[in-house]
T-cell receptor, first 112, second 113 residues
């Protein structure tokens, strides 16, 4: 069945360093890949997304890359700040199924 | 615009009982999806509704059901509760549900004793 694997499950970085989270999906029909940030006790919020016709997208310190051939997509956060500490979820969606499959999350800790 | 709202925010039930959770989407959004969030499992898709029709369903037992009303508000029901049903239940709304941005509600924390 459809599956999204996300790594690592936890990630600690020093403030100012970069963080990279990687996801692999199994359904080749997936064509939409959002990333969500969930702070403790709060709801998931979309931080960036990418569609299958684009290889890379950037928004200030956040970027996402997509390799459709390898079925990989990654979140890159540069110049990390303590407020970036949260759980990050990747997801894969298929316009034909109205369904999003989420990864199991990465707990990012930015150490001051 | 008001965000997605969910009621109640917290529920404590005992095994064997049933529960109904409610979700009000953002005004104008017609798609509502439900997810179960548990530690280590991420968000697992339960079902998606659009214009009162269920268009997809996740791999959950038949004890989990839902519905959507003509005003796009949605409810989900869990019957014969089990301890393993303890989780945060999140709903998310979007305009069409067709790979557009989903906005999540704050969730309902269900504890089954």
């Amino acid at each position: 069945g459809e599956n999204v694997e996300q790594h690592p499950s936890t990630l600690s970085v020093q403030e100012g360093d970069s963080a990279v989270i990687k996801c692999t999906y199994s359904d080749s029909a997936s064509n939409y890949f959002p990333w969500y940030k969930q702070e403790l006790g709060k709801r998931p919020q979309l931080i960036i997304d990418i569609r299958s016709n684009v290889g890379e997208k950037k928004d200030q310190r956040i970027a996402v890359t997509l390799n459709k051939t390898a079925k990989h997509f990654s979140l890159h956060i540069t110049e990390t700040q303590p407020e970036d500490s949260a759980v990050y979820f990747c997801a894969a969606g298929d316009s034909g199924t109205y369904k999003y499959i989420f990864g199991t999350g990465t707990r990012l800790k930015v150490l001051a | 615009k008001a965000g997605v709202t969910q009621t109640p925010r917290y529920l404590i039930k005992t095994r064997g009982q049933q529960v109904t959770l409610s979700c009000s989407p953002i005004s104008g959004h017609r798609s509502v999806s439900w997810y179960q969030q548990t530690p280590g499992q991420g968000l697992q898709f339960l079902f998606e509704y659009f214009s009162e029709t269920q268009r997809n369903k996740g791999n959950f037992p038949g004890r989990f059901s839902g519905r959507q009303f003509s005003n796009s508000r949605s409810e989900m029901n869990v019957s014969t509760l089990e301890l393993g049903d303890s989780a945060l239940y999140l709903c998310a709304s979007s305009l069409t549900g067709n790979t557009d941005t989903q906005y999540f509600g704050p969730g309902t924390r269900l504890t089954v004793l």
